[in-house]
Nanobody, 116 residues
């Protein structure tokens, strides 16, 4: 069973940057699409970005295009999400996940809080 551990969240001001990381273990990491999701208080979990196993194909939600960049290092079994120009509306718990037949399992999440 894969295990995912997110890190890199924190409290920042609007316009600042953060880089999230997701360390994976337990599977052949490069075989699977990976994704970043987020969930704000009172809202449903939503996809932020997705990357193919090779890293050659990516998808971004419209609200992060041009600000966030998803990447992966298959030699380190690690997924990344550098986030620039953060906005208060980016405040949420951010999760990484593996895409097999469906999304999951999930990491424990890392809190990102952006103050105005």
């Amino acid at each position: 069973q894969v295990q995912l551990v997110e890190s890199g969240g924190g409290l920042v001001q609007a316009g600042d940057s953060l880089r999230l990381s997701c360390a994976a273990s337990g599977r052949t990491f490069s075989r699977y699409n990976m994704g970043w999701f987020r969930q704000a208080p009172g809202k449903e979990r939503e996809i932020v970005a997705r990357i193919s196993g090779s890293g050659l194909s990516t998808y971004y939600a419209d609200f992060v295009k041009g600000r966030f960049t998803i990447s992966r290092d298959n030699t380190k079994n690690t997924l990344y999400l550098p986030m620039n120009s953060l906005k208060p509306e980016d405040t949420a718990v951010y999760y990484c996940a593996v895409q097999d037949t469906d999304w999951g399992p999930w990491g424990q999440g890392t809190q990102v809080t952006v103050s105005s």
